[in-house]
């Protein structure tokens, strides 16, 4: 539960799970989400635009896809946060990150985590998008490298690496 630790600067202690465990932080009544995460070490959510316009600071809050930059990090107390380190990582990589790579959906990277992370939040809900909703889901993530052909294929080839898992 958020505590005011000290109501002088306005400094509140917040818990909340990141990355499935159990975490606590001091954060600023006005630092977002994003500003705590990066301070803290989780490079991989992006600072893009500051304006919930790019997508790059894409985070998930209790399996659903959210806007870090647009969050105050006192709004995660209590809640689920996954970023993109907490879904796989190079040793390891989750079947949506193979896919993007394989893909060719992967130039600079600048925007992958979050169009990742909006894509696990689509296949968790719905294994077999069409191509409409696969756009749909990545439309709030800009990229200035593709004309987003690549991505679209790679959600799609997300969806058969899953569904090929989960029939394991």
Same mark, same amino acid.
């Given at each position: ?29 006005? +630092? ?14 992006? %600072? ?11 985070? *998930?809050?209790?399996? %659903?896809? =959210?806007?870090?930059?647009?969050? *105050? ?5 209590? %809640? ?9 990582? #190079? ?7 193979? /896919? ?28 077999? #998008? ?11 993530? *800009? ?9 679209? +294929? /790679? ?6 690496? =899953? ?6």
């Amino acid at each position: 539960m958020t505590k005011a630790i000290e109501s002088k600067n306005d400094i509140f202690e917040i818990e909340f799970t990141l990355n499935g465990a159990k975490k606590a932080f001091r954060a600023g009544a006005g +630092e977002t989400l994003l500003e705590l995460l990066r301070r803290e070490g989780y490079r991989g959510t992006k %600072r893009g635009c500051d304006t919930g316009d790019c997508g790059s600071c894409t985070v *998930l809050i209790d399996g %659903r896809s =959210m806007l870090s930059c647009m969050m *105050l990090a006192v709004q995660a107390d209590g %809640r689920s946060v996954t970023t993109i380190e907490g879904i796989g990582g #190079p040793a390891d990589p989750h079947p949506i990150q193979q /896919a993007f790579v394989e893909s060719g959906a992967v130039q600079c990277g600048f925007c992958i985590p979050g169009m990742i992370l909006v894509t696990k939040e689509l296949l968790d809900s719905n294994p077999e #998008p069409t191509d409409a909703e696969i756009r749909q889901a990545l439309d709030g993530n *800009l990229c200035r490298c593709t004309g987003y052909v690549k991505q679209v +294929e /790679a959600v799609k080839n997300a969806a058969k690496k =899953m569904s090929q898992k989960a029939k394991r």
